[in-house]
């Protein structure tokens, strides 16, 4: 069963680079999240795609762009990574937004 | 929106029963609590969810006070593989959407 899976799982980026990290749902799920994680605190919500076609911004979005590219697939950019951006992040899924989440294993992303 | 209480760490022997406590004295009368759990260096895991009604599971039990200002995550018999950070999570909607709200959680240790 795969679920939820991101890639890569780890990446290690210097300033000023761009990258996109993918997420890839089989559940059939309507709504997706990208979080991040970092040391000592919980996760914060980027984005999210309540269905397919739509996007709308979560907690902390400044540097950030995402693309819902059909039900399956929802991506996360980072158009000029800066050190602040070093975190895991992690992706969800839910069948709807009062639906529970499913999480994949994360990316790991070093920005020196 | 709801905001949880959780004591930051506790300690369960191997076999015995967990109980991880949670308050969340302004929850509103639609408002779910949710549970996940995360193991290190991994992505959260759902356990369980509920409204009022006690539930239960293959994984845990939950109970939640007649007067909704607390719950109760119970594992009845704890294993070393138990040993997370647990989130006990009030869902709510903000002008960031459909956010869950981790916290900081607490962070189980099973011991032998």
């Known amino acids: 069963n795969a679920g939820v899976t991101q890639t890569p799982k780890f990446q290690v980026l210097k300033t000023g680079q761009s990258m996109t990290l993918q997420c890839a749902q089989d559940m059939n799920h309507n709504s997706m999240y990208w979080y991040r994680q970092d040391p000592g605190m919980g996760l914060r919500l980027i984005y999210y795609s309540a269905s397919e076609g739509t996007t709308d911004k979560g907690e902390v979005p400044n540097g950030y762009n995402v693309s819902r590219l059909n039900k399956r697939e929802f991506s996360l950019r980072l158009e000029s990574a800066a050190p602040s951006q070093t975190s895991v992040y992690f992706c969800?899924?839910?069948?709807?937004?009062?639906?529970?989440?499913?999480f994949g294993d994360g990316t790991r992303l070093s920005i020196l | 929106d709801a905001k949880t209480t959780q004591p930051p760490s506790m300690d369960c022997a191997e076999g015995r029963a967990a109980n991880l406590p949670c308050n969340h004295s302004?929850?509103?009368?639609?408002?779910?609590v949710y549970w996940y759990r995360q193991i290190h260096s991994q992505g959260p895991q759902y356990i369980i969810h509920g409204l009022k009604n006690n539930e239960t599971n293959e994984m845990a039990s939950l109970i939640i006070t007649e007067d909704r200002k607390s719950s109760t995550l119970i594992l009845p018999h704890a294993t070393l593989r138990d040993t997370a950070v647990y989130y006990c999570i009030v869902r709510f909607y903000s002008n960031s959407g459909y956010a869950l709200n981790f916290g900081k959680g607490t962070s189980l240790l099973v011991t032998p």
């Open positions: 969800a899924s839910s069948d709807n937004d009062r639906a529970p989440q499913h």
């Open positions: 302004t929850i509103s009368g639609n408002e779910y």
